[in-house]
């Protein structure tokens, strides 16, 4: 009897002791990153409430940030009692992508799961993850209920050091075909800095803080969430901010709704001493489900030709469709894109095309409108990708075709019924053997792995705004950043490599960057599926060393290295396929400078071929050289160059 008493009784210090506790410390395998969390009362002492910090090496990466989220019908930001705490367990995963920085991944971390309930006895856990490059977390409202449920907000913030920069980019002004992730970004301001958007920021943020490099972002919109961005700022704190009411005409409201159980995405920190470690991290993939597809044969990465970008009505013409399947067959490439206009093609049929390109084993992939906001009440290209039986019909018939891919275009929106759409189409297209490519749309969140399917995403101020001469003068600046910040975080459809000078509405927009700098975008940037945007003439008419390497140049890596590079001011990287390494170099700023390569990593490489700029910015200067441990390479204003390594 007596021993069951004093069971009882270290029963009951035990619960009590656990509810009381208030510091819980997640470490990464490594041991170097870390996140604490802390139950801490309010300065006043009426409240206590959830907050988190995490170091990297012993140095503050996010100060002391809030957590906490509010339904409708409870809240859970105040005054949680812990429930339970599960210990920290291992997670050690291997997996395969189709297209990225690297197709074998190592997911690596620890995992741990705090359990809260309210005063109303409502439960809500705080999921954690630290990895050896960052760390992620989410909230699960684990008990389970049919009914439906609204979140109303989170309080999830991201403090940083106001004594740091940032490079984030503003949330799109709320306007047709809006918000698509194709605003500017702003490079090296002060962390804290209001946001020239008031609806605030997008993510991928980026900081240098403290001696550390940090990234900021969501990982995992499987639909029952909107996606988020951030709340402008003064003060340092970054704070999650749902989608605007007033986007698009779709009358939906911006908070999510589920039943239960229920989890929201990933809010991830990444976090490196160095950019290289933010550049190569595959943190936002790691954070996803495995791949859904049990065949994936038929998923190819590739290179595409793109014929809207030197003629936006070309889609309506049969013969230059024609000429497009020609030259991409020429050139090796797996894939042309027919941009929007198809369906009214003159002198022949997308149908025709699709047939010819087939012989010439080229693949086609066709571009479609969402239907976000558009009228349902007769079916065409504009709106059966919102209508789920118009849409597996469209995609049974074009499979039927042979067709390998759909553009699918202005989503307009971060609400949560089209992250919905996203996952209706990657499903309805992957049992069809579709492979996809979002434009218009939201950033990329590691859907990838999930759906590997989804070949590339646009979220990106591209080269199709090169009608613009203010874009062509941005150009160079914008794309010595994009690489540490949109591209990071997945594939990017900006569709590079334009020699020509864009003409829009009879205006012609000069390009300022050298034709080097340009060759080097197919290196630097990713994307599973890259479109090059110029005219196939223009491509043609090239020297036969940049023409080849155009030829071969891969659309899968096996490894990415960042190997040199500051936002905003200039790129070194390497990637490699089977035992070849491509480097790009690009060169940011108004001056000629000399880049110091260093090309220790490429044993056993033996060769090293260069295509580099010559004395005008439309020339090139070829040179082989045995490799060495440094090799130093002149590159114009605007400049750049290409390297290409070999056993």
Sequence with gaps: MKNIIVGIIFILMFTSCLGKKSEWVLSSPDGNVTITVLNKQSSEG??????????????????????????????????LKLDSESKPIL??????????????????????????KN??????????????????????????????????????????????????HPYDWNSRFKPSYEQY?????????????????????????????????????????????ISSTKDGLYKIRFAEKEEVIIPDDPEPVSNLPWATPWRVIAISNNLAGIVETNIVQNLNLPSVISDESWIKPGRSSW??????????????????????????????????????????????????????????WLWYHSGAGRSQDTINSFNLMAVKDARKAELTRIQELGVK???????????????????????????????????GSSLPRGLERTYPNLMTTEAIKGAESFGRQVACDKAPRHNTTVPFTRNMVGSMDYTPVTFSNKIRQGVEAFNVTSYAHQLALSVI?????????????????????????????????DETKLLDGYPGDYVVMARRKGDTWYIGAINGKNESREIELDLSFLS?????????????????????????ETLSIHVLPYGGFVATAKP
């Design 525 to 557: 940037f990713e994307s599973g599926v890259q479109n090059f945007a110029d005219n196939y003439k223009s491509y043609e008419s090239l020297p036969s060393a940049p023409l080849n390497f155009l030829k071969g140049i891969p659309a899968a890596w």
């Design 185 to 229: 970004c702003e490079n090296e301001i002060a962390i804290g800095t209001d946001s020239p958007n008031p609806k605030g920021w997008a993510f991928p943020m980026l900081f240098n803080t403290n001696g550390l490099w940090v990234m900021v972002t969501e990982a995992v919109l499987d639909g029952s969430y909107c996606a988020t961005h």
């Design 119 to 168: 005063s109303n006895g409502k439960s809500v856990q705080l999921i954690m993850r630290a990895y050896n490059d960052g760390v992620a977390f989410r909230y699960k409202f684990p008990e389970s209920d049919t009914n439906s449920f609204k979140v109303m907000s989170e309080k999830t913030g991201f403090a940083l050091s106001t004594e740091g920069k940032a490079w984030i």
């Design 307 to 364: 014929s809207w970008w030197s003629n936006g009505a070309s889609a309506r013409d049969y013969k230059t469709q024609i000429e497009y399947v020609d030259f991409t067959a020429d050139m090796g490439w797996e894939y042309m894109l027919i941009d929007a206009g198809w369906p009214d093609m003159e002198g022949g049929t997308m149908e025709d095309v699709v047939k010819y390109a087939n012989s010439k084993n080229v693949g086609v």
């Design 405 to 439: 891919g759909i553009k699918v275009d202005f989503f307009d929106t971060d609400k949560q019924n089209i992250v919905k759409q996203y996952y209706a189409i990657l499903s309805d297209a992957a049992d069809h053997h579709i492979m996809v490519n979002f434009h």
């Design 604 to 628: 056993p490489a033996k060769n090293i071929e260069i295509i580099s700029d010559g004395t005008e910015r439309t020339q090139f200067t070829e040179h082989a050289e045995i490799v060495k």
């Design 91 to 116: 997670i050690d995963e291997k997996y395969t992508l189709k297209s990225g920085k690297k197709l074998n991944v190592h997911n690596y971390g620890n995992e741990q799961t705090l359990t809260f």
């Design 46 to 79: 009426n409240d206590a409430s959830l907050v988190y910090h995490v170091t990297y090496n012993g140095k503050k990466a996010i100060m002391e940030s809030p957590l906490g989220i509010d339904r409708e019908d409870e809240q859970f930001s105040t005054n």
